[in-house]
């Protein structure tokens, strides 16, 4: 019986290292250690190895971009998306405010807000 588990924790740690050589790109950003480069060229050199590489993305290590990285680029869209549909909030909000208190003026305070917002600039006037 301890035989059969040496023997799957063997296979189960080999196809963990196999895995590791062949996923490194997509993992990390820094260069493959010595160990794992010398399995992953022997492992892409079977068709099974080729072909897992293929499944896994990273059959061309040229073009595989870290997780962290894509990670980073997909925060960095919705935080941006998010400040850009907060600001839209915010003025939405506040264009509401303002106009529900010019409302509240009197016909005269409403005509001189009228005569600032409307009145012409001179080219002179600092803005």
């Known amino acids: 019986m301890q035989g059969v588990r040496f023997v799957m924790a063997s296979v189960a740690g080999a196809v963990i290292v196999l895995c590791m050589s062949l996923l490194w790109p997509k993992v990390s950003d820094t260069p493959r250690p010595e160990i794992l480069t010398q399995i992953y060229e022997a492992v892409v050199q079977t068709d099974p190895g080729r072909y897992a590489a293929n499944v896994l993305g990273v059959a061309d290590e040229t073009d595989a971009t870290p997780v ?5 680029s997909v925060i960095k869209s919705a935080a941006e998306g998010l400040s850009s549909y907060t600001a839209q909030a915010v003025t939405v909000r506040l264009m509401e405010t303002v106009l529900s208190r010019f409302d509240t003026l009197s016909e005269k305070q409403q ?7 409307c009145a012409p600039r001179n080219e002179g006037e600092e803005k």
Request: aromatic content about 0%.
């Open 68 to 72: 962290s990285k894509a990670a980073a």
């Open 111 to 117: 005509q001189h807000v009228r005569e600032q917002i």
